[in-house]
Nanobody, 123 residues
Framework: VQLVVSGGGLVQAGGSLRLSCAAA????????MGWFRQAPGKEREFVAA????????YYADSVKGRFTISRDNAKNTVYLQMNSLKPEDTAVYYC?????????????????WGQGTQVTVSS
């Protein structure tokens, strides 16, 4: 199973980026998926999650209204559209797949992880 994350980079504050997480080797269309991030010296934190059907989404308060998670089950891919980026959004972003149970906000409730992509927002 491989989760390939792309779309990170360097952007100025107020700019936008779109992250993609494409899964190979396993179908995740029946499972929730999520995004987490980890800034230097900090613990990994929840960013957003989406149910298998796409009918429900969940966001950290810090990104609500600026980030949008979506998925295309036909492509086995989940996306994170990030708008109005702030310097405090700078982190390595990780895709998480196959949500098991419990809270979507907890990293240990996902079985698979992507390699992470760096997002740097300059002021």
């Amino acid at each position: 199973v491989q989760l390939v994350v792309s779309g990170g980079g360097l952007v100025q504050a107020g700019g936008s980026l779109r992250l993609s997480c494409a899964a190979a080797g396993r179908t995740f269309s029946n499972y929730g998926m999520g995004w987490f991030r980890q800034a230097p010296g900090k613990e990994r934190e929840f960013v957003a999650a989406i149910k298998w059907s796409g009918s429900s989404t969940y966001y950290a308060d810090s990104v609500k209204g600026r980030f949008t998670i979506s998925r295309d089950n036909a492509k086995n891919t989940v996306y994170l559209q990030m708008n109005s980026l702030k310097p405090e959004d700078t982190a390595v972003y990780y895709c998480a797949a196959e949500y098991i149970s419990g809270s979507y906000y907890v990293a240990s409730n996902y079985n698979y992880w992507g390699q992470g992509t760096q997002v740097t927002v300059s002021s």
